[in-house]
């Protein structure tokens, strides 16, 4: 598959060319179920690292960061 990703939060273009498992950025699929406002809706969006970085500086309770000994 060759369709280009772009960071839905600034519109820049998400690095492709460093293969699959070195693109950094956070891709989401969420298929929204029956008890949501969203019934039967699913988004899809990719964020790069800086638009994650400010995501998560807008979050009340930090996320949870765990160093990894071992990269897969
Ligand atoms: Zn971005």
Redesign the pocket.
């Known amino acids: 598959m060759t369709t280009k990703r772009i ?1 839905n ?2 519109g ?1 273009e998400l690095c492709q060319d460093l293969g699959a498992s070195m693109a950094e950025y956070l891709h989401v699929t969420k298929e929204w179920g029956y008890f949501s406002r969203k019934d039967g809706i699913r988004q899809e969006w990719n ?2 690292e ?2 994650y970085d400010r995501l998560l500086k807008n979050f009340r309770i930090p996320a949870v960061s765990t160093e990894m000994t071992e990269l897969v």
């Open positions: 960071c939060g600034c820049k964020l790069c800086d638009c």
